[in-house]
């Protein structure tokens, strides 16, 4: 559920509000409620052309028909969610995502072990999935299609 738009690594709301156990419109209203909280580097409105491009990559619309054009959340967003929906599932749900965050930024700049960091990262994900969501599983299938056939990655960063 973690998809690269605009060159950053972002969540879609619907994905997010699955997660966090909440109606997308809740979790829109409360983002709206709070609009100096989300600056365009940490929340966008997806395009028509990106919005159909997504929809492409999967073949049909999980989605169903859409009203909007969803918000996608960086990172930094997906943090400053975490302070306006307190409920417990939400704070759970976010470290969760924090870490998995945190886990592809290193798979990405770390050259070397990638597939035991693959592994380990499956491993987490699979112990969330037996306590929470069975949507993750589309990130776990990801992951595996990674250690089987790696993309070729820029380097990232300065080098000595």
Not at 5 to 12: E, N, P, Y
Not at 37 to 64: H, I, V, Y
Not at 124 to 149: F, P, T
Request: hydrophobic share 40%.
């Amino acid at each position: 559920m973690i998809y690269e738009i605009r060159g950053q690594k972002v969540m879609l709301d619907i994905d997010l509000a699955v997660l966090y156990q909440v109606e997308t419109k809740y979790l829109n209203r409360t983002v709206k409620r709070h609009k100096k909280r989300f600056p365009a580097d940490f929340m966008f409105q997806l395009t028509k052309k990106e919005c159909e491009n997504l929809r492409c990559q999967f073949g049909t619309s999980s989605w169903g028909g859409l009203r909007y054009l969803p918000y996608a959340f960086t990172e930094q967003g997906i943090a400053m969610l975490s302070g306006l929906l307190n409920s417990e599932i939400a704070i759970k749900v976010n470290i969760n995502i924090m870490r998995t965050f945190v886990q592809l930024r290193h798979y990405v700049l770390d050259k070397s072990g990638k597939n035991e960091q693959i592994s380990e990262l499956r491993k987490l994900l699979m112990l969330y999935i037996e306590k929470n969501d069975k949507r993750v599983n589309e990130i776990i299938i990801a992951l595996n299609n990674l250690i089987e056939k790696p993309p070729k990655t820029k380097r990232i960063g300065f080098t000595a």
